[in-house]
């Protein structure tokens, strides 16, 4: 099981608007870790209720990501 502060960098790298960093993060994930960031970082995206900066950064990730 991830730790917190596993974690925590996981979205840091995943939000950091690095698009070569998103991909290798993402392309370590399983399947099932893929699936479930994808779909958060979709939610990120375009629910409201997201900080500005917290929706753009998930665009970005999803860009990098082919998505």
Do not use: K, N, Y
């Not at 690095?18 to 990120?44: G, K, N, W």
């Not at 917290?54 to 082919?66: F, M, N, P, T």
């Amino acid at each position: 099981m991830a730790t917190t502060d596993d974690l925590d960098t996981l979205w840091d790298q995943l939000l950091s608007r690095d698009m070569a960093c998103i991909q290798v993060v993402f392309s370590a994930l399983t399947p099932a870790e893929q699936a479930a960031v994808l779909s958060h970082l979709q939610r990120m995206a375009t629910e409201s209720g997201w900080h500005t900066e917290q929706s753009r950064s998930a665009q970005i990730a999803l860009q990098a990501l082919g998505e």
